[in-house]
């Protein structure tokens, strides 16, 4: 059985920082695409950034500069460190997990919420 745990979330004042967490099980996480997702009242859930199997990563230009996605394969973990936090960051981030093959493998995590208080 596959999950994806995402743990870190919490209130916090703008400004501040906060390091997200998804420990992932039932996967070979190495061979995986990983990333980091978030969804905002009323709003269509977005990328936030993403890290592939070989390390490639790309991030969202809202958050470019402030925060960071990292790997332990070791660790079957995947992190978000986010700095310099605004209110427009408020959000449930959910991690997720794909592999594309000759089929489809595509997982999400039940989301940690972020709330930046201004």
């Known amino acids: 059985q596959v999950q994806l745990v995402e743990s870190g979330g919490g209130l916090v004042q703008a400004g501040e920082s906060l390091r997200l967490s998804c420990a992932a099980s039932g996967i070979i996480f190495s061979r995986y695409d990983v990333g980091w997702y978030r969804q905002a009242p009323g709003n269509q859930r977005e990328l936030v950034a993403h890290?592939?199997?070989?390390?490639?990563?790309n991030y969202a230009d809202s958050v470019k500069g402030r925060f960071t996605i990292s790997r332990d394969n070791a660790k079957n973990t995947v992190y978000l460190q986010m700095n310099s936090l605004k209110p427009d960051d408020t959000a449930v981030y959910y991690c997720?997990?794909?592999?594309?093959?000759?089929?489809?493998?595509?997982?999400w995590g039940k989301g940690t919420l972020v709330t930046v208080s201004s």
């Open positions: 997720n997990a794909a592999l594309v093959t000759t089929l489809v493998m595509n997982y």
């Open positions: 890290i592939t199997r070989g390390g490639f990563i």
